[in-house]
Nanobody, 121 residues
Framework: VQLQASGGGLVQAGGSLRLSCAASGRTFSNYAVGWFRQAPGKEREFVSTINWSGGSTYYTDSVKGRFTISRDKPKNTVYLQMNSLKPEDTAVYFC???????????????WGQGTLVTVSS
């Protein structure tokens, strides 16, 4: 499975962005997908994950109520809608996929290349 993350950019605080994670090579409809981020000088951290069916989602506390993860199986794509963005959301965002269950830990088999999100104050 090859993952392509896109949708990052520069946005003012309070603005919105939608990240996409598109899979190629094979369908990942039976895979859980997670989003992680890494800010400059910091370790990679969990943001959100969705299970294979889309019926279960999890978020880190700092993004609850602002970010929404979803998946479009026919398009083989997972989205991360980010609203009410804050400067502390600035980071490179990575998507990742794994068979079977979701995980808040970076125990994923496949990783995308990352997309940069910059939120200005």
């Amino acid at each position: 499975v090859q993952l392509q993350a896109s949708g990052g950019g520069l946005v003012q605080a309070g603005g919105s962005l939608r990240l996409s994670c598109a899979a190629s090579g094979r369908t990942f409809s039976n895979y859980a997908v997670g989003w992680f981020r890494q800010a400059p000088g910091k370790e990679r951290e969990f943001v959100s994950t969705i299970n294979w069916s889309g019926g279960s989602t999890y978020y880190t506390d700092s993004v609850k109520g602002r970010f929404t993860i979803s998946r479009d199986k026919p398009k083989n794509t997972v989205y991360l809608q980010m609203n009410s963005l804050k400067p502390e959301d600035t980071a490179v965002y990575f998507c990742a996929a794994k068979p079977r269950g979701s995980s808040r830990l970076p125990l994923y088999d496949y990783w995308g290349q990352g997309t940069l999100v910059t939120v200005s104050s």
